[in-house]
C-alpha cells in the first residue's frame, strides 16, 4: 500500500521535474529553479503535516491520556516530516507556505504531542492562554526574522477571527518591545485597538433595546421562537460568534434597522453557540445588535438544521423572512448586505 509520504513526494517531483527541464534549457537560472524548489519543498511537507493532524484528533480517546497506535504512527510521521525540514530553516521564510508549516508545528503538532495533549490544549483555549503558550513555545524553535515573522503571523490571523482574546493586547504590547521597527506592527495595530475596544464595550450595560426572549433556553422549535411575535412580519438572522462572514455582517446593523421599521419588520438574532454564554451576550453589546434574542439549545438547534436542509446541514449567515401568520416566506432571505444594496427584502413588492 502506496503511503501518504510516497503519494506527496511523487507529486512534488512531478512539479519539479517540469522545472528542472526548464533549468537545462537555460529558461529559467539555477537562483529561480532553488526558489521553486524550496517553495515546492515547503508547501508539500506542509500538506503532509496537514493530512496528519487531521486524522489525530479522532484518534485520540479524549477520556484517557493514551494515543492509539496508529495515532502514534501519525505523529512519528510528522516528526520525520520536520525532522527532514526543520521550521526553523532561514531559507522557507522566503516561501509564502512557510507560516501555515510553522504554524502546523508549532500551534498544534507542539500541543498535541504533549502527554493528554488534545484535553490540555483545549482547556488552555477555553482558559484564554493557549496563544500564550504558542508565542513562547515559538521562542525556544524559531530566531531572528522567523520568530519575528511567525509571531507576527498568528497573532495577526488570531486577531482577525475577532473572537477578541484578551491575551493578545499583552501579546502584541511585548511584540512591538521586542521589535519596535518591525513593518508587520502597522497591520496587527488596527485589530489590537478593536480588541480593546471590544473590552471596554462589554463593561456597559445592555441597551434596553436588545431584548432576551422570555424563557429562550426552552424554546425548542422555530415555530416556538416565532410565537411572541405572533401578528408581525420577523426577519431572522441565525448566527454564531465563531463566525466571520455573521459578524461582517454586522457592519450593516444600523443600515438593516432602518429598513426593517420602514417595512414594520421585527428583528431575531438566533445564535447557535455552545459553551459561549458569556460571549454570546459580549458580542451583542459589542456589535450594538438591538432586537430580539434567542441562544438556541439543542433541540432549537436541530430544528433549524432541519428546515435549513433535509440532511441536518446549516451554513450561517442565515436569514429567514416569516410573515405575520407566522409562515416562512423566504427561507434564504436577503443578507443585510444585500439590503443595504437596494435589493427588496420582501419578494415580489
Known amino acids: 500500500m502506496v503511503s501518504i509520504h510516497e503519494k506527496i513526494e511523487k507529486a512534488k517531483q512531478g512539479e519539479l521535474v517540469k522545472f528542472k527541464k526548464l533549468l537545462d534549457n537555460k529558461d529559467i537560472s539555477q537562483s529561480f529553479y532553488s526558489m521553486v524548489q524550496?517553495?515546492?519543498d515547503c508547501y508539500y511537507a506542509s500538506l503532509e503535516a496537514l493530512v496528519s493532524l487531521m486524522k489525530i484528533p479522532s484518534l485520540m480517546r479524549n477520556e484517557d491520556t493514551d494515543m492509539s497506535e496508529k495515532g502514534k504512527d501519525l505523529f512519528e510521521n510528522m516528526e520525520k516530516v520536520y525532522t527532514q525540514y526543520p521550521p526553523n530553516n532561514p531559507d522557507w521564510i522566503s516561501s509564502n507556505f512557510w507560516g501555515e508549516y510553522a504554524g502546523y508545528y508549532l500551534n498544534d503538532y507542539k500541543q498535541l504531542r504533549k502527554k493528554d495533549g488534545l484535553k490540555k490544549y483545549q482547556e488552555l483555549t477555553k482558559g484564554g492562554?493557549?496563544?500564550?503558550?504558542?508565542?513562547?513555545?515559538?521562542?525556544?524553535?524559531?530566531?531572528g526574522k522567523e520568530l519575528e515573522f511567525f509571531q507576527a503571523r498568528h497573532i495577526y490571523f488570531t486577531a482577525i477571527q475577532m473572537d477578541f482574546e484578551k491575551e493578545l493586547i499583552e501579546l502584541f504590547e511585548q511584540y512591538e518591545k521586542d521589535y519596535?521597527?518591525?513593518e508587520y506592527s502597522k497591520y496587527i495595530r488596527p485589530l489590537i485597538d478593536k480588541i480593546v475596544q471590544y473590552h471596554q464595550t462589554i463593561e456597559q450595560p445592555f441597551n434596553e433595546n436588545m431584548?432576551?426572549?422570555?424563557?429562550?433556553?426552552?424554546?425548542?422549535?422555530?415555530?416556538?421562537?416565532i410565537k411572541p411575535f405572533n401578528g408581525k412580519k420577523i426577519y431572522i438572522d441565525v448566527w454564531a460568534t465563531w463566525c466571520s462572514p455573521c459578524k461582517e455582517e454586522f457592519k450593516n446593523s444600523e443600515a438593516l434597522k432602518k429598513i426593517l421599521a420602514e417595512n414594520d419588520i421585527q428583528m431575531l438574532y438566533i445564535s447557535i453557540d455552545k459553551?459561549?454564554?458569556?460571549?454570546?451576550?459580549?458580542?451583542?453589546?459589542?456589535?450594538?445588535?438591538?432586537?430580539n434574542h434567542i441562544c438556541a439549545n439543542k433541540l432549537l438547534d436541530t430544528d433549524l438544521r432541519k428546515i435549513f436542509d433535509q440532511n441536518g446541514m446549516l451554513s450561517i449567515p442565515w436569514y429567514i423572512l416569516v410573515d405575520e401568520n407566522g409562515t416562512i416566506i423566504d427561507k434564504h432571505a436577503k443578507s443585510p448586505s444585500q439590503l443595504v444594496a437596494g435589493e427588496k427584502i420582501i419578494k415580489n413588492e
Open 275 to 291: 459553551d459561549r454564554d458569556q460571549q454570546w451576550k459580549d458580542m451583542i453589546k459589542f456589535y450594538n445588535l438591538t432586537g
Open 129 to 143: 492562554t493557549i496563544n500564550a503558550v504558542i508565542i513562547n513555545e515559538s521562542k525556544k524553535e524559531l530566531t
Open 211 to 225: 431584548r432576551f426572549v422570555d424563557s429562550y433556553e426552552e424554546i425548542n422549535t422555530l415555530a416556538e421562537a
Open 180 to 182: 519596535p521597527k518591525s
Open 38 to 40: 524550496i517553495d515546492r
